[in-house]
């Protein structure tokens, strides 16, 4: 019973193969979209993927497209490309303002440019840029079912932001270079006040040492 259940699974597989490659070879986007869904629900992502890309031009405007390019971005978003799969869902969210989807798609969208967040000691363009994508999906769904997430999300990308401006101030303080140290903790002062309150004491005896 076992080796016929390890045929039939060896089988299935070859099938499924053959299928998938007859699909890529052919001229008909009908029969890739079939195959590229097939693949998706079986959480073949990358086989989708290539699928996707190869119809993706041609499904443009038709009835069928939300779906096509919704299934796309996920895929893209589910093997962790998550620059392409950003963009993807913010195409998705302009053309079709109107899906079922839009709230989903724009998290999505906003929570895959989280992942292109750096460590702190790095250049915080792509964190800037994530927490205004996360931020611009807060505000227009306040009460979205995603919003819990999302807040907790731009908390730790803030958190980072702060890091990296106090890490500033301490190398400056650390060089001996005094005056820059000063405006580093203005700076850092002002944009991230609730930190500061919590460093108070911290900064304040730097300060003094800078004096």
């Known amino acids: 019973m076992k080796k016929f259940l390890a ?3 060896v089988i299935l597989f070859l099938s499924s193969c053959s299928e998938y490659q007859k699909a890529l070879k052919s001229e ?5 979209y079939a195959s590229a869904e097939k693949m998706y629900e079986a959480k073949k992502y990358m086989k989708a993927i290539r699928l996707f890309e190869q119809i993706a031009p041609a499904y443009k405007g038709k009835p069928s497209a939300e779906k096509m390019f919704f299934m796309y971005s996920q895929s893209l978003y589910k093997t962790k490309q ?4 950003g963009y993807q869902f913010e195409s998705f969210v302009a053309s079709y303002p ?4 839009i709230e989903e798609a724009s998290f999505l969208g906003a929570k895959s440019f989280t992942f292109l967040s750096p ?3 790095l250049d915080q363009a792509d964190t800037n840029k994530a927490i205004d994508k ?3 999906y807060i505000d227009v769904f306040p009460e979205g079912q995603n919003l819990a997430e999302a807040n907790s999300l731009v908390k730790n990308l803030r958190e980072k932001l702060e890091k990296k401006s106090f890490e500033n101030a301490k190398i400056y303080h650390t060089i001996s270079d005094y005056k820059a140290a000063m405006v580093a903790f203005d700076n850092f002062m002002i944009n991230f006040l609730e930190l500061f309150i919590k460093k108070k004491h911290y900064i304040t005896n730097w300060i003094r040492l800078i004096f």
């Open 98 to 101: 109107k899906s079922e989807k």
């Open 119 to 121: 460590v702190y000691s």
């Open 134 to 136: 996360l931020q611009s």
């Open 82 to 85: 998550y620059y392409l799969a």
């Open 7 to 9: 045929l039939l699974a």
């Open 28 to 32: 008909d986007v009908a029969v890739k």
